[in-house]
């Protein structure tokens, strides 16, 4: 079955970075796109972006403050989120689409990783 | 850039109500609109695309309609699992997407 396993809880100080792994499995890694996004405490979802695991190109929505990358040989997807504040304080889930046609439709989740910036 | 507005933010409602939960497009989507469910310290679930595909495996007392800038979830004859929060997603603006603020439902 499609399974999204994502790192661990992280806390960071204010302006450093923090990278989120999603390791996927029981598919085929380069034939779907990955997406990311985000929660704050108690508010509700916000897109951040996707990462085409075949090519390695990506879109985001975060005015550059983000990257997307993956290693395909260990079919792991990677968020690097850098100079971190306290309105990044989150819960950040990687997430796959239903199928290969159907951009940004979401049905594979992972199980969220909190990201607490904290001085 | 494309803003979803959901109404209403919060609806309390009771067991064996039918609800409806509105998404509006600031600009024309044509039908290219998801809706998830999420309960708490749970990733959000599919439950219909395009508008009105309802994903397998999910209740058939769900449903959604609407095009262009309106769209409705409905439930008909709420049960107790139904008490979660719902998000519609707009996914016509490649390659950038983005969801509607959220309707939490509650149960009176």
């Known amino acids: 079955q499609v399974q999204l396993v994502q790192s661990g809880a992280e806390v960071k100080k204010p302006g450093a970075s923090v990278k989120v792994s999603c390791q996927t499995s029981?598919?085929?890694?380069?034939?779907?796109?990955i997406h990311w996004v985000r929660q704050t405490p108690g508010q509700g979802l916000t897109w951040m972006g996707w990462?085409?695991?075949?090519?390695?190109g990506y879109a985001q929505n975060f005015q550059g403050r983000i990257t997307l990358t993956r290693d395909t040989s260990i079919s792991t997807a990677y968020l690097e989120v850098t100079s971190l504040g306290s309105d990044d304080t989150a819960l950040y889930y990687c997430?796959?689409?239903?199928?290969?046609?159907?951009?940004?439709?979401?049905?594979?989740w992972g199980q969220g990783t909190l990201i607490t910036v904290s001085s | 850039d494309i803003q979803l507005t959901q109404s209403p933010s919060f609806l309390s409602a009771s067991i064996g109500d039918r609800v409806t939960i509105t998404c509006r497009a600031s600009h024309d989507i044509s039908t290219y609109l998801a809706w998830y469910q999420q309960k708490p310290g749970k990733a959000p679930k599919l439950l219909i695309s395009a508008a009105s595909t309802l994903q397998s495996g999910v209740p058939s007392r769900f449903s959604g309609g609407g095009s262009g800038t309106q769209f409705t979830l409905t439930i008909s004859g709420l049960q107790p699992e139904d008490f979660a929060t719902y998000y519609c997603q707009q996914l016509n603006s490649y390659p950038l997407s983005g969801f509607g603020q959220g309707t939490k439902l509650e149960i009176k």
């Open positions: 029981g598919y085929t890694f380069t034939d779907y796109l």
């Open positions: 997430a796959r689409e239903v199928d290969g046609s159907t951009w940004a439709t979401l049905q594979h």
């Open positions: 990462i085409n695991p075949k090519t390695g």
